[in-house]
T-cell receptor, first 114, second 114 residues
Framework: AQSVTQPDIHITVSEGASLELRCNYSYGATPYLFWYVQSPGQGLQLLLKYFSGDTLVQGIKGFEAEFKRSQSSFNLRKPSVHWSDAAEYFCAVGAENSGYALNFGKGTSLLVTP | EAGVAQSPRYKIIEKRQSVAFWCNPISGHATLYWYQQILGQGPKLLIQFQNNGVVDDSQLPKDRFSAERLKGVDSTLKIQPAKLEDSAVYLC????????????FGPGTRLTVL
């Protein structure tokens, strides 16, 4: 069965510290991978996506993610977190054999402390 | 460029009542999606339209939920009758063609069923 797992429900980091949010997937076909951010009262905003090519993907707001096929992972990273990064982060996976409909993880809530 | 519009933003109803949500996608976007996001979870796809045809409605509870996309533009999602477990945020998204295109999300409609 196709699944997306975000192992960390909540993460707290200090402002200026580095961040890594984990995402693991289980898909039979070649997946297309996305990270979205959702701030309170806001819609989902795409941070970055991976379809093919270079496995290190750069996104908006200084985020990057690395696709590791051998580990079935697509972890999101940021070298220095800002207070405005506090939000809910969702990993999503799509595949050709599922009509590219996105399958979302349950999300990781990021808290940034001063 | 205007984003995805949804209305109403909030709706409170009693169980067994009916409710309808409206979505206006980004102009020119062929693909439209409705997602249900229950508190504490990631969005779950309910239905996907390509122009005015249904691509995927496998997770739509068809005994109570219905959706249409007339003329391949606006879409409505209806629940009749509503149950307590339908309390959620209903997100509409659109993408230019579907497949590997980025999905752009609206702000959502928060439904509370009492």
């Amino acid at each position: 069965a196709q699944s997306v797992t975000q192992p960390d429900i909540h993460i707290t980091v200090s402002e200026g510290a580095s961040l890594e949010l984990r995402c693991n997937y289980s898909y039979g076909a070649t997946p297309y991978l996305f990270w979205y951010v959702q701030s309170p009262g806001q819609g989902l905003q795409l941070l970055l996506k991976y379809f093919s090519g270079d496995t290190l993907v750069q996104g908006i707001k200084g985020f990057e993610a690395e696709f590791k096929r051998s580990q079935s992972s697509f972890n999101l990273r940021k070298p220095s977190v800002h207070w405005s990064d506090a939000a809910e982060y969702f990993c999503a996976v799509g595949a050709e054999n599922s009509g590219y409909a996105l399958n979302f993880g349950k999300g990781t809530s990021l808290l940034v402390t001063p | 460029e205007a984003g995805v519009a949804q209305s109403p933003r909030y709706k409170i109803i009693e169980k067994r009542q009916s409710v309808a949500f409206w979505c206006n996608p980004i102009s020119g976007h062929a693909t439209l999606y409705w997602y249900q996001q229950i508190l504490g979870q990631g969005p779950k796809l309910l239905i996907q339209f390509q122009n005015n045809g249904v691509v995927d409605d496998s997770q739509l509870p068809k005994d109570r939920f219905s959706a249409e996309r007339l003329k391949g533009v606006d879409s409505t999602l209806k629940i009749q009758p509503a149950k307590l477990e339908d309390s959620a945020v209903y997100l509409c998204a659109s993408s230019p063609r579907g497949a590997t295109d980025t999905q752009y999300f609206g702000p959502g409609t928060r439904l509370t069923v009492l």
